[in-house]
Structures are given as C-alpha cells and as structure tokens.
C-alpha cells in the first residue's frame, strides 16, 4: 500500500476545547461577564413563572453582541432548573425571527420546540394548515405538557406581524389556554422597536423593557479570558487577548465579534502551521472577521443590493472623497449590470436600497446642501474598506 498524505495533520496543537468559543455554545454562570445586573432583571421578571404563576412579557433592546440572547437563554434555562424543584414545569423555545419570520413560521417553530408527539398525540406538520390551526395545537400542547412556557423570539422586528405578540400574550385572557401561562421575551437590535407596534399589542404586552450596553475594552479582555481555556496552555501570546479586545472595544463593543476574532486567530495560527497565536493573527483575524459579517449580512440582501455595493467599493477605491452622490452610484451600478448581463432598476429603488444598507450599518448617508436653487443631495459613505466590501461580495457569490 503506497503512502498517501495526511490531509488532517497529526493532532490539534492550538485548540483544547473550541466548542468554546462557537456563539451557539451557552456557557456556565461564571463565564458569563459584565451582565449580572441584566441576568438579574430578566431573572425578577419571570421569577413567577418558577412557581406556576404567569411571568412578566419582556422587551430586550441593544446592539449586536450586547449578550441579549446569551443572557436570555441562560436565564431561561435557570428558570427551568429552579421550576423543576418546585414542582413546575415549564417549557422553553427559542424562535430566530430572521429565519422564522412569518407569524405563521415561528408558530410552527415553537410547537415543535415544546410538543412531544407520543406524549401529546398532537402533530405539527410543515405545511398544510391554517395559521389558526397551527395556534389551536399549540395551545393544546402547552396545556397538555407544561404550567408556564416561556418564548424568546430573538430579532422579533423581523417578524412580519404583530397578530404574534397580540395572541401570546392574550392566551390567558381570551380562553386560549385553560391549564397554563405563557410569557414572552422579545429581542431586538432596534432601540425604538416599541414605538412601532400597534396600539393595542402594546397595551397587551404591559411588558417590562431592558437595554443592553455594548461591552468595554476591560469587559472584553475578560469574557476572553473566561474562554482563553479554549486553547492549550501556553498557547496564547500575552498581548493577544488584549489586542483584540482594543480592537471589538474601539470599533463596535460587540463580544461576539470579539469571540470570532478570537477563534479565527486560533484558526490562522493552525492554518501557517504555528505553535502560538500572535498578535499578526489577530491582525488577519480581524480582517477575515469584517469579510465574514459583511458577507453574513451581503448574503441576506437581494442581488441588486450586491451590485449597488459593488458599485460604491469601484467608485470609492477610484476617488479620494469619501461621500458619493447616489446618482454617481446609480451610473456605476448600471455598469455592474450591464457586465453581471442583469437589467438594472430605476434610481428611485436604487436609493431605496441604500437606506436599506444605511440601516444595515453597511453604509453611512448625509444629506447635503447644493447651493442655492439647486437644492440638496444625498452622499453615501461606505463604513468598511472597499476591498473587504467587494470581497464579501464575491464570498457570497461562491
């Protein structure tokens, strides 16, 4: 037999544990760093649920990164935990809006998350029923299995209705549910979500609302320490850590981009073969980060928001200004059609979609005045570099 080579090397000399530092991964009380006072809110306002009563609806507000859905997962689980010892059972599901974003979706989504067929003889097909069928099993199941159950529904703007937020938190009260309580923890990036909701969901919701800050620079060195166990002993440079705290601290204070950077500059030093993490790999690991958001959020927009994008990076690797008219990027963008063979939409959609990348935080805008009888204009300035913007395009494109 002839000798073949070993693509997958002869061990993991860099990582220990990596499941660590995954943003799926919900780590212990003491690795949680910086929130004890928002565990502690969230933990008063559904404490009822922990002895059969009906818990507080919560409204969560904070940037990306903030430890929102961390916090309010682990709280969740606790709250399970300490039911459970009291001799209630309470049920948990979590909905991601942005997946599940159709009232009819995050239905389906939580029924599968609390039924048990064999126990409840109830089923939740994919498709098939009316949106008020869906309800009707899900209000069977909950009173069939649970005394409380508690729905995080992270990223809830996303959601397309609000008729959600309205039968949640009306089930007791309209009859829905007979044997149980349901209570609800709504999160969102949007400080100003609230304002947005009709009337009447707001008066049903008599929720409580908490915001969360973005983390500092020593609030960041320290949930990294927490999980520098990630790694073998030794393994870590000393100034890595706080190289990428400075870095996540300055920029955006976002503890999970923090962690990715962290994980990635473990990543390169195993890609070049290195026995340690340097601060060189954090260098390219906050570059590699930046291409990997952008393409995370490039991927969820239409092709014409690509092309648009595209159209910005030319125009701004080829002018020294920063603001670019939308017309310039209107022209531009017809260029980049006329080559992707695509036809292009009219100016007036085109500064749709760059509020729209306004919004995302892909794009800054300023309004600008022309001078007198000529009106005003709106200049559009990209946040990133423009070769990390087209390389996330092209990302999303493989």
Not at 82 to 95: D, E, H, L, M, Q
Not at 184 to 210: A, F, Q
Not at 269 to 294: F, I, M, N, P
Request: hydrophobic share 35%.
């Amino acid at each position: 037999m002839s000798d073949s080579i070993d693509y997958f090397g002869s061990g993991d000399e860099i990582f220990q544990n990596k499941e660590l530092l995954q943003v799926s991964h919900l780590p212990d009380s003491d690795r949680i760093i910086g929130r004890q006072t928002e565990l502690t809110n969230l933990a008063n306002a559904i404490k009822p649920a922990t002895r059969g009563n009906t818990p507080n609806n919560v409204l969560v507000y904070g940037k990306t990164g903030t430890g929102k859905s961390l916090c309010s997962k682990f709280i969740t689980q606790q709250a399970t935990e300490r039911a459970s010892k009291n001799g209630v059972t309470v049920g948990v599901a979590y909905v991601d809006c942005l997946q599940d974003s159709t009232e009819t979706q995050a239905i389906q989504s939580v029924g599968h998350q609390l039924n048990d067929p064999a126990e409840t003889d109830v089923t939740i097909p994919h498709s098939g029923l009316s949106t008020s069928e869906y309800y009707r099993r899900l209000w069977n199941i909950v009173d069939d299995r649970y005394d409380v159950a508690l729905v995080i529904l992270d990223e809830v703007d996303k959601i397309e209705s609000d008729d959600i937020l309205m039968q949640f938190s009306r089930a007791v009260e309209s009859g829905k549910l007979e044997a149980s309580k349901i209570g609800l923890i709504g999160i969102s990036n949007k400080v100003r979500y609230k304002e947005s909701l009709d009337e009447r969901v707001k008066s049903s919701l008599c929720e409580r609302e908490y915001v969360f800050a973005p983390y500092d620079a020593n609030q960041i060195r320290e949930i990294l320490r927490s999980r520098a166990d990630a790694f073998h002993d030794g393994v870590l440079e000393d100034a890595v850590i706080p190289r990428v705290a400075a870095l996540s601290a300055r920029e955006h204070g976002d503890a999970r981009k923090a962690i990715d950077i962290f994980r990635f500059a473990g990543e390169i030093a195993e890609e070049e073969g290195e026995s340690t993490v340097t601060e060189a790999c954090v260098d390219q690991a906050h570059e590699r980060e930046e291409t990997s958001r952008l393409a995370e959020l490039i991927s969820k927009s239409p092709s014409h928001a690509k092309m648009v994008l595209q159209a910005m990076a030319f125009l701004a690797q080829q002018s020294e200004e920063e603001g670019i008219p939308s017309t310039d990027i209107y022209e531009m963008y017809k260029n980049v059609c006329e080559q992707e063979g695509s036809e292009h939409l009219k100016l007036r959609r085109v500064r749709d979609i760059l509020s729209e990348l306004e919004f995302l935080s892909i794009i800054d805008q300023e309004r600008k005045w022309a001078g007198k009888g000529k009106g005003n204009y709106m200049e559009n300035r990209l946040i990133d570099d423009p070769k990390v913007i087209i390389a996330a395009c092209n990302e999303t494109e493989r």
